[in-house]
C-alpha cells in the first residue's frame, strides 16, 4: 500500500487541520537518509518556501532521489519559479479564461469591478466556483498543493502571476478549501491507522459510467478487483474527475475505450511520467488507436492483412484512380474508428467516393480494404507477449460485421471462446507476431481466416474482457493473470529493475 507522507516546516503548521500520524517536518525527512521504503512514498510538500537550496526544494530534490512520488516535483518548483518559463503554456489557459468570463456575467462583473484578483488554488480546486475549470487545467499543467492565481485586465483577461505558496498563506475559508481538497486529493490522509487495508499497492482502474459499449462489464470490474485483492493489490474505480490524484496510485488499468484525442491518453501519459506500471501504455494508445499508423507498420513488417490503400484528401486524381481501379465490394474506415464504427462497405465506384467524401471531413488519410468476408472473426487476447484468451466473434444476423449501428444501437454477433491450444497455430502465430511490434501490454488481435490464408484487421489496445464472454474457459483464472502481470511489474519498479 502506498505510503504518505505529508512534509511541513513545523508541526505546529499543521495545527489547524486534523492530527495525522503522515506528518513530519522538513528536517526530520531530509534527515531519514536514502533508504529505500519497503512500501511505494507519496509525498506532499507544503512548505513555505520552494526557492532554490531552500527547505522545500531539498524535500522534493531528495524525495526524487529517494523514488519516492512528490508534489511539488522538481520540474513544476523549476517552471513556477519564472514567468519565462510558466508563461509559454499560458495562451491556453487565457483562452480558457476569457471563455470562462464571456460566458459568466457574475464572474465578468467581479473581475471589472476590481480590475485585479488574486485567487487561492488548493490542488487545483477554488473557493471561486465560476473558476472551477480553469483551476483544473492550471494543475494539471502545474501539480502544486497551493498556489496564488492574480488576474489583470489588458486588452482582454490575463492570468499575470502562479506563485506556490504555504499554509500560512491560508485564510480560514481557504484552511477549509484546503482540507476538502487535500481529501479529495489524498483520501488516505484522513483514515485512522486500523481502518488501513494491508495491501502491497494500489491500483486504479479508469473506468466510464455512461460508457455505452466499455471494454469491461461491472461483474467483469468485480472480478478484477477481487482478483487484485487477493494477491495484496488494493484495486479502485476511478473516473475522469479523478485525474488530479492519479499519482495516489501505483498502477492504472484503462477499462474505457481509449483514444489519442481524449482525456485516456492523458491519464496514460501521466501514469508514464509519475512512473507508474500502466495499461495500456500511451505509446500503445498511440500505435493502436490510428489504424494508417497500425497498417504501414504491419505492412513493413510483412504482417498478412487484408490488400489496403491509402486515400488521401485533396488528391482527386489518386482517389478517382483508386475507385476505378478497386475490386468492389471494399472496406472503407476513418483511422480512428472504434467497435466498427467509422467503417462502412461500398459496393462500387460511386458509394466509394460520396462515402470518402463524407470521412475526409473527419481525417485527411482513409483507408480502403478488400473485402473478406468471413462467418466470424477471430480475437486472441495477448498479454506480455503471451497469449491469454480466443473468442469468435460471429457477424450480426444479416449485417456484416460483428457491430451493426444501423439501428442507432450498437447490435452484435453471437461468440464462442475455446481455450487457446485448440486455436489454430497460424493464427496464433500471427496475432503473436503483430503485437510483438505494438509493445508487451494487454492486446486484442482481431484476425479473419479464409482457408489457409489468416490476416490481421486490427490490433486492439484495451480489449474487451466481459464476464461470460471472454472468461468463459479461464473464469477467474483470466482475471488473476492480469492482476498477477500488474503485480510482477509493480514489483519490479519498486526494486528498479523496471
Known amino acids: 500500500m502506498t505510503r504518505l507522507k505529508i512534509i511541513v516546516d513545523k508541526t505546529a503548521d499543521w495545527v489547524a487541520y486534523y492530527p495525522t500520524e503522515d506528518l513530519l517536518t522538513a528536517h526530520d525527512y531530509l534527515a531519514q537518509g536514502s533508504r529505500t521504503d519497503a512500501a511505494p512514498t507519496q509525498v506532499i510538500n507544503l512548505c513555505s518556501s520552494y526557492r532554490y537550496l531552500s527547505y522545500g526544494y531539498y524535500t522534493s530534490l531528495l524525495a526524487e532521489a529517494r523514488g519516492h512520488k512528490v508534489i511539488p516535483s522538481i520540474r513544476t518548483i523549476n517552471d513556477l519559479g519564472k514567468k519565462s518559463i510558466y508563461g509559454l503554456n499560458m495562451d491556453t489557459l487565457n483562452a480558457s479564461l476569457n471563455k470562462l468570463v464571456s460566458r459568466n456575467a457574475g464572474l465578468r462583473a467581479q473581475l471589472e469591478e476590481n480590475q485585479r484578483l488574486e485567487v487561492t488554488l488548493c490542488f487545483g480546486q477554488t473557493r471561486f466556483a465560476p473558476l472551477a475549470d480553469l483551476a483544473r487545467q492550471i494543475f494539471e499543467q502545474y501539480p502544486c498543493p497551493i498556489l496564488s492565481m492574480t488576474f489583470r485586465k489588458s486588452e482582454d483577461w490575463q492570468i499575470e502571476a502562479l506563485r506556490p505558496e504555504g499554509l500560512k498563506h491560508l485564510c480560514e475559508e481557504d484552511q477549509d478549501l484546503f482540507a476538502s481538497s487535500l481529501d479529495a486529493y489524498s483520501r488516505k490522509v484522513w483514515r485512522k491507522p486500523s481502518a488501513k487495508r494491508k495491501y502491497r499497492y494500489d491500483l486504479a482502474i479508469l473506468v466510464d459510467p455512461e460508457d455505452k459499449l466499455p471494454p469491461s462489464d461491472p461483474d467483469a470490474l468485480k472480478y478484477f478487483i477481487k482478483a487484485g485483492r487477493k ?268
Open 231 to 498: 494477491l495484496g493489490i488494493d484495486v479502485e474505480l476511478i473516473e475522469k474527475k479523478d485525474f488530479s490524484h492519479l499519482a495516489e496510485y501505483d498502477a492504472l488499468f484503462i477499462r474505457e475505450t481509449t483514444s489519442i484525442s481524449n482525456h485516456t491518453y492523458r491519464f496514460a501519459k501521466k501514469a508514464e511520467v509519475e512512473g507508474m506500471v500502466v495499461m495500456d501504455d500511451p505509446t500503445s494508445i498511440l500505435r493502436c488507436c490510428n489504424k494508417v499508423y497500425l497498417a504501414d507498420l504491419l505492412a513493413s513488417k510483412g504482417i498478412p492483412m487484408p490488400h489496403t490503400t491509402f486515400l488521401y484528401k485533396d488528391r482527386k486524381k489518386e482517389l478517382l484512380k483508386v475507385a476505378a481501379e478497386m475490386t468492389y465490394p471494399a472496406v472503407l474506415k476513418v483511422p480512428d474508428g472504434a467497435f466498427s464504427k467509422g467503417v462502412v462497405k461500398v459496393n462500387n465506384q460511386d458509394e466509394l467516393l460520396e462515402q470518402a467524401a463524407r470521412y475526409f471531413k473527419q481525417s485527411a488519410i482513409l483507408l480502403v480494404q478488400e473485402f473478406m468476408y468471413t462467418d466470424y472473426d477471430w480475437r486472441i487476447g495477448i498479454l506480455n507477449n503471451k497469449p491469454l484468451f480466443a473468442c469468435q466473434y460471429f457477424m450480426t444476423k444479416g449485417h456484416w460485421q460483428i457491430y451493426n449501428h444501423t439501428s442507432g444501437e450498437a447490435v452484435s454477433g453471437g461468440f464462442a471462446t475455446l481455450p487457446v491450444h485448440q486455436v489454430p497455430p497460424q493464427v496464433l502465430k500471427t496475432a503473436l507476431k503483430a503485437t510483438k511490434l505494438i509493445g508487451d501490454g494487454l492486446y486484442g488481435v482481431d484476425l479473419k481466416q479464409s482457408g489457409d490464408r489468416v490476416v490481421v484487421i486490427e490490433v486492439n489496445d484495451n480489449p474487451n474482457i466481459d464476464s461470460e464472454v471472454e472468461d468463459l474457459y479461464l473464469k477467474e483464472d483470466l482475471y488473476h493473470q492480469v492482476m498477477s502481470e500488474f503485480l510482477r511489474r509493480m514489483e519490479q519498479k519498486r526494486l528498479g529493475l523496471g
